[in-house]
């Protein structure tokens, strides 16, 4: 077991270290180089010399890849020129993880709570007005795109029928504290529910419209090992050795069937932070998804850089967890 | 399902490689004697209601936008309905005699627009997928054909590529151009196909080195380029096409995001359905309608190029032959 993780942190390194030459190819090959990045256009020329030889660009190429790999591990990634200009372009990934890490929970728990027992009873009863109505509707999921989505609920549900807020993150002028920045989890934390409460409806759109894109994917994984596992031989000689049906639905078909299952949600993590960056857009949801989408248009470099790399090892790490969870459900991957 | 005790589980990202994997073996078998794979995909295509349907929205709007410039009542650029619009009361005039869908927010005539906007929309997704089945056919034909260490060299670079996620790669690509363009869009979509094209193709390789019509080939002297060419290849196709077909789904869909985002053609004369929607937020209270056409126009085609893929390859899998 931890001989598995070991290789997989190590699999991980090397991803995020070729990743990292790629950024750093990247950023040489922009107009006017690093410093252009980092400083922005219109600066002063004893500026641009001086960073110059602060990030040692008169130096060979492997040791400036080593001296920017140095200033990566630190965090140092330069200032932000767009996005919140001035502001330290690692911070404002701070500033805005726990609202993109908030809003991807929910999303991920709502795909969850509904794509699992869905697939389950579209595989029972095959063939069905349940299975079909279901498989229909995963394969339109698929393809209405996620901005429409979240346009869609916005304007049913906040701008014609006025039930939810349009955007944002909570109502302007409701004095709550901060914790952890995550709005609804510090509403709870400091007894604030007025606080929470609010935080939370304006979750509510922009997470069911972020979790169409896992809730598809999982119900049709679902449905499938649910079909495979319930052909299986045990499934038979349990059903033989006249084990209750629920025993049988909980140990011997669940369980087996929920080994794709976890694979997949862990896969579907890069969609979701692709997915918040069209979501956040549509309701100004200002977190790393929002920062991303102005990053990108606006060319703001230094955030672009951490933003990507930081969706990167997030990405690799949950996906290692989730191969961690599987050897864990799976002891025949654990001994291999 | 593959078993899921296979090694391939234990990477990350197994269950996206296992699914390409999986694509890969499928349609290469030909177990009924006389009838071959495609004569025989062909006849269960014919008669499969979802395959049919698919096939004629696609086919409706590839000849839409093969014909737009011509039937559009309108020309894109012009703004015949542009003293009609009020900032304040009236920012998008209404349908009215002439112009069946009204106009958009610089009094051009939108139903010109939409019909017109296919071309752009269907093209970056055409010609996108078919540069990323290119490239990955030719990495997935060099691994798989070649192996040793240059398949463990392409295969490296294409798991980098796949631990990135997909949609954000393309992000990244396309806000590195430094004179956007249409071409932007395809670049950037083509480069997040190629390693999905890659793996299929290799994977199927693969699995076809060891077989005994390549081994009959072999033995009888055929030339190894001439084996790969001419006996590996084509082999391979059936899940290849698959996974274009269903890419072109996905195709279109990302390259709306990216226009959404603001990350394609610069050139806001020029119609895109994803452009079109994304111009339409601030409007969102007036004129909903101006989002839905659009979206709609970019459901129908994707869940066309969806119903298709997926068709053939329940057609093409030989496992689900009855």
Known sequence: ?336 | MTDPTSPQRRSYGSLRKDRIDQLATAGTVTEEPGVSLIRSAWHRLRRNPVFLIGAGITLLFVVLAAIAPWVAPWDVTATPLLDKVRPQSNPVPGPEAGHLLGADDRGRDLFSRLLVGSRQTLVVGVVATLFGLLGGLTLGTVAGAIGGWVDSLVMRIVDVMLSIPSLLLAFTVASLARNPSQWTLVIAIAIIQVPIFARLLRGSMLAQRGSDHVLAARSLGVRPGAIVFRHMLPNSLGPVIVQATLSLAVAIIDAAALSFLGLGNPDQRQPEWGQMLGRAQPFITEAPHLAFYPAGCIIVVALGFTLMGESLREALDPKSRR
């Open chain 1, 1 to 336: 077991m931890i001989r598995f993780v070991v290789r997989r942190l190590l699999q991980m390194c090397l991803v995020v270290l070729v990743l990292s030459m790629l950024v750093f190819a990247w950023l040489r090959s922009l107009p006017g180089g690093p410093v252009s990045a980092m400083l922005g256009e219109r600066q002063t020329e004893e500026r641009r010399a001086a960073l110059e030889a602060a990030l040692g660009l008169d130096q060979p190429l492997p040791v400036q890849y080593l001296k920017f790999l140095e200033r990566a591990v630190q965090g140092n990634f330069g200032v932000s020129t767009k996005v919140l200009p001035g502001e330290d372009a690692f911070q404002v990934f701070l500033d805005r993880l726990p609202a993109t890490v908030e809003l991807s929970f929910l999303a991920m728990l709502l795909a969850i709570v509904l794509g699992i027992p869905l697939g389950y009873l579209a595989a029972r009863r095959r063939g069905s007005l349940t299975d079909t109505g279901a498989v229909i509707f995963s394969l339109v999921g698929v393809a209405v795109p996620v901005f429409f989505t979240a346009f869609l609920l916005k304007y049913f549900f906040a701008v014609e029928w006025n039930l939810l807020p349009v955007s944002g993150r909570q109502s302007t002028g409701l004095d709550a504290t901060r914790v952890t920045g995550m709005f609804v989890l510090d509403g709870v934390l400091t007894r604030e529910w007025d606080a929470a409460w609010d935080a939370l409806k304006h979750l509510i759109l922009p997470s069911l419209a972020l979790a169409t894109i896992p809730f598809a994917v999982i119900f049709r994984i679902t449905r499938a090992a649910v079909l495979d596992v319930l052909d299986e031989d045990y499934v038979r000689t349990a059903e033989a050795k006249g084990l209750t049906a629920r025993v049988i639905r909980a140990r011997h078909v669940l369980r087996n069937a929920m080994l794709p299952v976890v694979t997949t949600i862990g896969l579907q993590v890069g969609g979701l932070l692709a997915g918040a960056v069209l979501t956040e857009t549509v309701f100004s949801f200002r977190g790393v998804g929002d920062a991303l989408a102005t990053a990108f248009r606006e060319k703001d470099y230094p955030v672009l850089q951490v933003l990507i790399m930081a969706a990167a090892v997030i990405y690799v790490l949950v996906n290692l967890l989730v191969d961690v969870a599987y050897a864990i459900i799976d002891p025949r991957i654990r001994t291999r």
